[in-house]
T-cell receptor, first 113, second 114 residues
Framework: DAGVTQSPTHLIKTRGQHVTLRCSPI?????VSWYQQVLGQGPQFIFQ???????GRGNFPDRFSARQFPNYSSELNVNALLLGDSALYLC????????????FGDGTRLSIL | AQSVTQLDSQVPVFEEAPVELRCNYS??????LFWYVQYPNQGLQLLLK??????LVESINGFEAEFNKSQTSFHLRKPSVHISDTAEYFC????????????FGAGTRLAVHP
């Protein structure tokens, strides 16, 4: 079975632009979470969606938004990009929204110039 | 709120030597505990987890971790490491009974030398 897939793998943007990152969960998984991993740090939680509803939001500004589609895939949108948004953005899926382990994709590397 | 402290940012070790990667957590509620491994240019892979039951959990590739509630620790150990174990290791917690938001430590870089 395919794992979590993310697209694109790499992206270069300039300050002020917006970006959309995409994630397809493992088949049968209904929960998708997004994390930001800045170089040299552990991942930071951004959002979790379960059955198309937002279940949790981390400490990120309103420039960050996300949604989950009926097929459980998800998009992460970031507006008015800042240099500090440069990071690896990871998507994780799980069966449910509680204790089931999360399975991660390989991430999208976003570079802001 | 929960937090995770990984006490060593880097751990160098020779091949076939034992290793311990230390993880301490802070939480006012019960938690689930996880270790993830990240190889270069890849996402995170689940290594092992503690949800309940036996405090000693094992992975299929020889790693083990022990949940110590009194010391709020979840250290990762392997009796004999291989070159292929070179990677970044992350300890993470999530609140039991809540949605599974993971709180990660800063990571420990394990470098295995021949």
């Amino acid at each position: 079975d395919a794992g979590v897939t993310q697209s694109p793998t790499h992206l270069i943007k300039t300050r002020g632009q917006h970006v959309t990152l995409r994630c397809s969960p493992i088949s049968g998984h209904k929960s998708v979470s997004w994390y930001q991993q800045v170089l040299g740090q552990g991942p930071q939680f951004i959002f979790q969606y379960y059955e198309k509803e937002e279940r949790g939001r981390g400490n990120f500004p309103d420039r960050f938004s996300a949604r989950q589609f009926p097929n459980y895939s998800s998009e992460l949108n970031v507006n008015a990009l800042l240099l500090g948004d440069s990071a690896l953005y990871l998507c994780a899926s799980s069966l449910g929204d509680t204790h089931q382990p999360q399975h991660f994709g390989d991430g999208t590397r976003l570079s802001i110039l | 709120a929960q937090s995770v402290t990984q006490l060593d940012s880097q751990v160098p070790v020779f091949e076939e030597a034992p290793v311990e990667l230390r993880c301490n957590y802070s939480s006012s509620v019960s938690v689930y505990l996880f270790w993830y491994v990240q190889y270069p240019n890849q996402g995170l892979q689940l290594l092992l987890k503690y949800l309940s039951g036996s405090t000693l959990v094992e992975s299929i590739n020889g790693f083990e971790a022990e949940f110590n509630k009194s010391q709020t620790s979840f250290h990762l150990r392997k009796p004999s490491v291989h070159i292929s174990d070179t990677a970044e290791y992350f300890c993470a917690v999530s609140r039991s009974g809540g949605y599974n938001k993971l709180i990660f430590g800063a990571g420990t870089r394990l470098a295995v030398h021949p």
